[in-house]
């Protein structure tokens, strides 16, 4: 069964720290790119960060300097990691691969930053 799970949502103050992390079944993360989406309250979801197989990544402007995702092979997750959080990051994050054509999605974990 194909499968995507975040984890580390919570409610931090503005300038705080959280590190999320994407696990998934099977070899899925570590053989396809794979993205963080979030979603605001009454906004669309946006792509936040990409990364691809060979290390590469892009940001939206919103969060560059900020925000890092990145590859833990021996725990074979995705993180990102988000330092100077600001009330506009508050929103569900979702990890998100593309494979064999299709879309997967984890469940969302929520992200709370207060002012």
């Known amino acids: 069964q194909v499968y995507l799970a975040e984890s580390g949502g919570g409610l931090v103050q503005a300038g705080g720290s959280l590190r999320l992390s994407c696990v998934a079944s099977?070899?899925?993360?570590?053989?396809?790119?794979v993205n963080w989406y979030r979603q605001a309250p009454g906004k669309e979801r946006e792509l936040v960060a990409h990364l691809t197989l060979d290390g590469s990544t892009w940001y939206i402007d919103a969060v560059k300097g900020r925000f890092t995702i990145s590859r833990d092979n021996a725990k074979d997750t995705v993180d990102l990691q988000m330092n100077s959080l600001k009330p506009e990051d508050t929103g569900v994050y979702y990890c998100h691969v593309n494979w064999n054509w299709a879309d997967y999605w984890g469940q969302g974990t929520q992200v709370t930053v207060s002012s």
């Open positions: 099977g070899s899925m993360l570590s053989t396809n790119h």
